[in-house]
């Protein structure tokens, strides 16, 4: 089984473009509108020579009233539920918004990894954006332009460094291993 990673985050932060950069085809909407209907949430996606499944879950949509913030809820829970490493892409312009901070408490109860992005820094003067976000205390934030693929690599190497067969048990060296060994 391919590992699954998802990406989660409130509409119009990037999530579409960042799929799009990933898959290197155009295959699902990039719209200025949020809401926009999405075909295409899944691809085949490669790197280094990590095969995984890549999931646009802001392309999953609901038939519910509450459109926008139950659309969003569900969503992270489908990626806490489906995916092996979560992608958590906020909007590194417009700062942390409620529907960031929702998307956030939703995703604290998992024990999957999640990799918190921050989106559209496009340049140098845009970086120290990313800090703010650490408050959202998923640790490091990558900051990442997907429309300029720019830093995709250090995003990329932080999901597959996490992917289950990836992470160690991590012994400290100088931690004691004993073995209890005797007659029952
Ligand atoms: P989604 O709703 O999360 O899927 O977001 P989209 O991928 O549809 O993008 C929403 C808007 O943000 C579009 O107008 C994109 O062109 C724009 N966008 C996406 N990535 C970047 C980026 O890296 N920098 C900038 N400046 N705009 C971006
Ligand atoms: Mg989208």
């Known amino acids: 089984m391919k590992n699954i990673v998802a990406i989660v985050g409130r509409p119009n932060v990037g ?6 950069q990933i898959a290197k085809k155009r295959v699902s909407i990039v719209d200025d509108m949020p809401g926009v209907t999405r075909d295409r949430i899944y691809t085949d996606a490669v790197w280094l020579n990590h095969e995984f499944t890549l999931i646009d879950t802001g392309g999953i949509e609901l038939e519910t009233e509450d459109k926008i913030l139950n659309n969003i809820r569900v969503q992270a829970k489908i990626a806490m539920e ?5 992608i958590f892409l906020v909007d590194g312009r417009a700062g942390i918004t409620n529907a960031d901070e929702d998307i956030a408490k939703i995703l604290r109860h998992t024990k ?13 003067q845009l970086e120290m954006n990313v800090y703010e976000f650490y408050n959202l205390g998923f640790g490091e934030v990558v900051g990442i332009s997907a429309s300029n693929a720019l830093n995709l690599g250090d995003l990329l190497d932080a999901v597959v460094e996490n992917f289950p067969e990836n992470v160690e048990e991590n012994f ?6 004993i073995a209890v060994i005797g007659r029952p």
């Open 112 to 124: 999957k990894p999640v990799i918190i992005a921050a989106n559209k820094i496009d340049n140098l």
């Open 172 to 177: 400290d060296e100088d931690e004691i291993k």
């Open 82 to 86: 489906e995916a092996d490493v979560i």
């Open 15 to 20: 999530k579409s473009t960042l799929f799009n």
